[in-house]
């Protein structure tokens, strides 16, 4: 696990806190375990 694993890891996060934000959650983990809140 490197470079890459890091890079693939801060995307998926990148895209949960997008999606976050897109229902109105400030962190991306708190909007994907509250269903979006």
Do not use: C, N, Y
């Not at 694993?5 to 983990?29: C, D, M």
């Amino acid at each position: 696990m490197g470079k890459r694993a890091f890079r693939f890891l801060f995307i998926l996060t990148f895209s949960f806190e997008v999606l976050g934000f897109a229902h109105g959650g400030l962190f991306p983990a708190h909007a994907v375990d509250t269903g979006g809140t």
